[in-house]
């Protein structure tokens, strides 16, 4: 059976719920609750599993908090023996207006700590979801605006984009990374 690991990124804690940088753990939770599952203490993360159209998906919230998420991205891809491949890493970003997705097959981190901790222990060759969290913020306040929750109005306004994030993890598993690029990031 194929496997994947989805991993969403975020910070452990009820302090970091709803908060821009948490946008990954809110797409997982999102994921999850679609699919009625739920998710379990585990080694270096949260973790739940299902199955699609019989491929295994392992949902990932690591709780190694942001800096070091390549710990729990590693174990788990080798924990399970899932290939790099099929692997899909889930990211808020600022680069991009609020609530806009792009899918990239692989590339640099753009700077986000995160990703940069994975890519120093497996490398570029990962799809990576960025889920765009907006840069509203004044010069030396970027800590303040990715640790700041969203708003009631934006996650009203961001529903429909975590629904799309989901439908997008499905089409990663069943269809591929070039396929569900085409399909999504045109939108």
């Known amino acids: 059976m194929d496997k994947y690991l989805i991993v969403g990124l975020g910070n452990p804690g009820y302090e970091y719920d709803n908060t821009r940088h948490n ?6 939770d999102a994921f999850a609750k679609a699919s009625n599952i739920v998710f379990s203490d585990k080694r270096y993360g949260f973790v739940a599993e299902t199955t699609l159209k019989g491929k ?10 942001m800096n070091l998420s390549g710990n729990a991205v590693r174990y788990w891809l080798n924990q399970e023996n899932i290939d790099q ?4 890493v889930i ?4 680069a991009l207006p609020l609530g806009t997705l792009r899918l990239k097959a692989s590339g640099s981190n753009g700077g986000h700590n995160g990703t940069g901790h994975i ?3 497996i490398g570029q060759q990962y799809a990576r979801l960025r889920f765009g969290i907006g840069n509203d913020f004044s ?13 009631d109005e934006e996650l009203t306004t961001l529903q429909p984009q975590i629904d799309t994030a989901v439908e997008i993890i499905k089409s990663f598993v069943l269809a ?8 999504f990031n045109r939108k």
């Open 119 to 121: 890519q120093q222990l």
């Open 139 to 151: 010069k030396g306040k970027q800590v303040d605006w990715v640790l700041g929750k969203f708003t």
């Open 56 to 65: 295994k998906i392992f949902l990932l919230k690591p709780t190694t908090f």
């Open 91 to 94: 990211v808020d970003d600022l």
């Open 176 to 183: 591929g990374v070039d396929i569900t690029m085409n399909q």
């Open 23 to 28: 946008a990954g753990f809110m797409i997982l």
């Open 85 to 88: 491949k099929r692997l899909l």
